[in-house]
């Protein structure tokens, strides 16, 4: 079969087939990746560059200048920093909740299971909306705190489904184990079930931090206090106004009208690009294994 196989490949049209897949796939890499390169030029590009110059991957003058008003910004660092911690937090959270759902829903013999899979399935297709969402969220005092910006949204059932499915795959006989030592359920969960959960835990830990890092609408509608903006909502009062003067951005340097709109969008998409290298290997892994059994 195998051999067959390599027959058919080096044909000629098999050698057409490569040629025409590798000039399509590079083609579709360079239409995701040169959009980020040319806001990278243009971030540190001269206003008069970017003005003059419809594209570019490189800049013709570098200067630093976008950088230094948003670094300098007391706006944006603040929200740079509350972002980062809203993240953490919510990622934590999420996780913890989920994970402590799907480990119960896991036991086929845990009473009302079918009726609790059933519920969860039908917010998959059905939701709320929005203004009873933010009903519940005025009604729980959690307008103008930062825990209404991953509370709502605290388990996400496709997520619960997944990890669900992972614990199940589980060896069994550990758990017992534990238990015959004197584990309570906690405890088996904390010990056996969790570090065996790595590669899936970690791929919807990257799920929830994306989501958290770059959700703009949770801010937009729950947080009235400018000062607790996060740094998406920083970026869409940079990227909406024409241009931002000194004061507006908490600095003493006059930013640059179109430069520092580039280098918010590069700051703002770094973290979440240094993070995914760490949790790359448990990636496939977690999303292929929590989804083979149901």
Not at 6 to 26: C, E, P, S
Not at 42 to 71: H, K, Q
Not at 152 to 164: E, G, Q, T
Request: net charge neutral; no cysteine; proline share 6%.
């Amino acid at each position: 079969m195998a051999s067959t196989a390599q027959k058919r490949f080096n044909t000629r049209a098999g050698r057409v087939f490569d040629v025409v897949n590798i000039v399509l796939l590079v083609a579709v890499g360079l239409l995701a990746v040169l959009p980020f390169v040319y806001v990278l030029a243009g971030s540190f590009a001269t206003e008069v560059e970017i003005a003059t110059r419809p594209f570019f991957v490189w800049p013709n003058e570098f200067t630093t200048e976008s950088y230094e008003s948003i670094l300098t910004s007391d706006v944006f660092v603040r929200a740079f920093f509350t972002t980062v911690v809203v993240t953490l937090v919510g990622t934590l959270v999420q996780l913890a909740l989920t994970a402590l759902m799907a480990y119960p829903l896991s036991k086929v013999d845990l009473p009302g299971r079918r009726t609790i899979l059933s519920l969860v399935v039908f917010t998959m297709v059905f939701s709320a909306g929005m203004i009873p969402t933010f009903l519940v969220v005025q009604q729980l005092g959690l307008l103008d705190t930062y825990w209404a910006l991953f509370l709502p949204m605290a388990i996400n059932p496709f997520s619960l489904i997944i990890i669900k499915n992972f614990f199940q795959q589980l060896p069994v006989e550990l758990q017992e184990s534990a238990r015959i030592d004197g584990a309570n359920e906690l405890q088996v969960l904390r010990h056996v079930v969790l570090p065996l959960s790595k590669p899936v835990l970690a791929t919807f830990a990257l799920f929830y931090a994306v989501g958290i890092w770059n959700d703009y609408m949770s801010p937009l509608l729950y947080l009235s206090d400018t000062s607790k903006w996060t740094l998406q909502m920083v970026l869409r009062q940079v990227t909406a106004a024409a241009s931002l003067s000194a004061d507006e951005m908490g600095s003493d340097v006059p930013p640059p009208a179109e430069g520092i709109k580039f280098a918010v969008v590069i700051v703002a998409t770094i973290p979440v690009l240094l993070a995914y290298p760490f949790l790359q290997k448990h990636f496939a892994k977690g999303m292929l294994i929590g989804s083979v059994k149901g």
